[in-house]
Nanobody, 118 residues
């Protein structure tokens, strides 16, 4: 399985971005897809996740009401819609995959940089 994230960029505060993560191969064994982010000097943190088969998702409290996760089951793409971006959303965003029977996300994409200027 390979994950290819894209859609990052440099935007002003208040703008919107949509990140995409293309999942190549192995989706039958995929339980859950997630988005994480890591800012400079900080640990990687969970942002959102979605059940691959059910399509039900959740986001972490700091982004609740601003971010939404979704997936296109037919195209094997996971999205992270980000609205009302703030400078503290600046980070490298990673998509990740968790397989059935696994407790952790084991497969990671290469990351896409999101920079929000004030």
């Amino acid at each position: 399985v390979q994950l290819q994230a894209s859609g990052g960029g440099l935007v002003q505060a208040g703008a919107s971005l949509t990140l995409s993560c293309v999942v190549s191969g192995g989706t039958r064994s995929t339980l859950e897809m997630g988005w994480f982010r890591q800012a400079v000097g900080k640990e990687r943190e969970f942002v959102a996740s979605i059940s691959w088969n059910r399509g039900t998702g959740s986001v972490t409290d700091p982004v609740k009401g601003r971010f939404a996760i979704s997936r296109d089951y037919a195209k094997n793409i996971v999205y992270l819609q980000m609205n009302s971006l703030r400078p503290d959303d600046t980070a490298v965003y990673y998509c990740a995959r968790r397989r059935f029977g696994r407790s952790a996300f084991e497969t990671w994409g290469q990351g896409t940089q999101v920079t929000v200027s004030s």
